[in-house]
């Protein structure tokens, strides 16, 4: 370990240095608690040796101010003295001492409480790390558990929740919120001519072309489910969100992917455009309602178009 050894006295100084360096130790010396602060920044010690009675600024005060400046240190202070009676011991308790041994200390007191201490940062150290791994881990879950397997896109879960998050916000703040459901036209036919793998990668990229088509970091795409598809465009309006599904069929067209048994030749998208700004009490689904409407007509009139809900 790295130990800060703290007294006015260059010759308990020299003699705990000595008893420190015949157990493997490093040492950093100081002869003040100031000066133990400022080795303290410095040098980083592992372990600091401190004694009480001190010029300048004593062992006490130097623990206090170490303990209020660095709250998540975790580096333990034993404080040396002569005094042993008990209330010396609370005393240093009291300052963010964890141990206090009484001088002249012996080289296997010294010894065991070292080895002590050492194996609890040992310890820590390992729930520290465990901790951090558990830690990412949770984010990598929580992360994954809002995607669609497939796609890579949010799934349904995590659109049902963001949808109702804006709508609350957009209510509160009184701006138009915006949403773009789409449908792949004709997939069932797709999949029975070119089969189910050829289907998921037909999925794939159409994702790809709608997280394009989503341009601000608050625009969301997910797969609403089967070969359906939804943006959320927070804080956009009819135009606007009117655009975003003309980039999407310019995306989607210019894919060109193969759909022989659509009487387009091409795999192609029908979407509905709903815009409003929420009311406090709006539900969520009053928008998804009207994108569906218009998603519907789009089908109805042909596909392969946008229908905006009115």
Request: aromatic share 6%; with cysteine.
């Amino acid at each position: 370990m790295k130990i800060l050894v703290v007294d006015d006295s260059r010759t308990i100084r020299a003699a705990i240095t000595s008893l420190l360096e015949r157990m493997g130790h490093a040492v950093i010396e100081a002869e003040n608690g100031q000066q133990a602060m400022e080795r303290y920044v410095a040098d980083q010690p592992e372990l600091v040796l401190m004694d009480v009675a001190m010029p300048v600024l004593d062992g006490y005060e130097a623990a206090k101010r170490l303990r209020h400046e660095y709250p998540d240190d975790w580096v333990p202070i034993i404080f040396l003295s002569s005094m042993e009676a008990d209330q010396d011991l609370d005393r240093a308790i009291d300052a963010g001492g964890d141990d206090y041994l009484v001088k002249p200390v012996s080289f296997v007191v010294l010894n065991a409480k070292i080895r002590a201490l050492h194996r609890l940062e040992t310890m820590r150290r390992k729930l520290v790390d465990v901790s951090s791994e558990l830690s990412t881990a949770n984010r990598t879950l929580e992360r994954l558990s809002r995607l669609d397997a497939l796609t890579g896109l949010a799934n349904r879960r995590h659109f049902d929740s963001f949808l109702a998050t804006e709508t609350r916000r957009a209510a509160r703040d009184r701006v138009p919120l915006s949403l773009i459901l789409a449908d792949v036209d004709h997939f069932k036919s797709y999949n029975d001519h070119y089969g189910h793998q050829a289907g998921d990668t037909c999925l794939k990229q159409i994702a790809a072309a709608l997280r394009a088509a989503g341009r601000r970091p608050a625009d969301l795409a997910a797969r609403y489910g089967g070969e359906e598809f939804v943006i959320v465009l927070p804080e956009t309006e009819r135009d606007g969100a009117v655009d975003v599904a003309k980039s999407i069929a310019g995306a989607i067209a210019e894919l060109g992917i193969p759909h022989s048994p659509s009487p387009l030749g091409a795999v192609t998208l029908s979407q509905g455009i709903a815009s409003l700004v929420p009311q406090p009490h709006t539900p969520p689904e009053e928008l998804l309602g009207h994108a569906d409407q218009a998603l519907y007509r789009a089908k109805e009139r042909g596909r392969n178009q946008y229908v905006v809900f009115d």
